[in-house]
């Protein structure tokens, strides 16, 4: 099977959690790959090609393309991974405007601009793949998170845009919706929880297992290696898709 062999991925938050475990299995599959994050020092540490950009600016996401084709070639494959989670939210009324400014424009004004720009050459190729990283709080949002639930959903609506508006070119949009994933971002909430509630992030961790028939909660590779099958050409099939990555839950 070709896989992920030979081509050129760019993979957005790919210092950390499941983006850099993804990075990670597309290069083990053979694809060349171009991680992208804030963090110089964590995207160093992954020992990929990297470049530090701001994914919630025009300028950021523009740097990202355009360094990827300038070293390794255009895009192939586009995974749209980084984010802010909802650990700084209030219930609705409570909502700092300033904090839904900046989590829209970086879950969801980000991923618009990368797809915008890579879309072109994928079309003129006829050939792409894009994968989106949403959350469960894409379809069934959590309480006291007003800007991350919509920026999740309305990643989903990116995407299915970008699969109508790419598909008749060999270019397929597809969307991951993780449940609880112990990553850096999820301890964040975790702990703002804890401290709300007046229990240990542990704590937080355990209910958070339960949630789930197996009682524990997703891996960043169980993550990870769906978006690898939907990144590689043997998913031309799926197109338009958001899927549940929850361990049978909800969350």
Not at 55 to 66: E, K, N, T, Y
Not at 72 to 81: A, E, K, S
Not at 136 to 141: D, N
Not at 206 to 230: C, D, H, K, N, S
Request: glycine residues 12%; aromatic residues 6%; proline residues 4%.
């Amino acid at each position: 099977m070709a896989g992920v062999e030979g081509r050129i991925a760019l993979v957005t938050g790919g210092g950390r959690g499941i983006g850099r475990e993804t990075a990670g299995l597309l290069a083990s599959r053979g694809a060349h790959v171009m991680v992208a994050a804030r963090s110089e020092a964590e995207l160093a540490a992954t020992g990929l090609d990297y470049v530090a950009a701001d994914l919630g600016s025009p300028d950021g996401c523009a740097r990202a393309v355009a360094e990827t084709a300038q070293r390794l070639g255009p895009v192939d494959i586009l995974v749209c991974n980084h984010g802010i989670g909802s650990a700084r939210e209030r219930v609705i009324w409570e909502q700092d405007p300033a904090l839904w400014e900046e989590t829209i424009r970086v879950n969801l004004s980000g991923p618009f601009h990368l797809s915008r720009l890579v879309t072109a050459g994928m079309v003129e190729r006829g050939y792409g793949r894009l994968v989106f990283t949403s959350s469960t709080a894409g379809q069934v949002a959590e309480p006291a998170a007003a800007a991350y639930n919509s920026s999740k959903h309305g990643l989903l609506g990116l995407m299915r845009s970008v699969a109508q508006d790419a598909g008749p070119y060999n270019v397929t949009a597809n969307a991951v919706l993780p449940g609880w994933v112990r990553t850096e971002m999820a301890e964040r909430s975790a702990t703002a929880e804890a401290e709300t509630r007046g229990v240990s992030a542990e704590d937080i961790w355990a209910e958070r297992g339960r949630l789930y028939p197996p009682g524990r909660v997703v891996t960043p590779r169980e993550v990870a290696q769906m978006i690898a099958f939907l990144a590689a050409e043997e998913s031309s099939g799926v197109n338009g898709e958001a899927i549940t990555v929850a361990l049978g839950g909800v969350w």
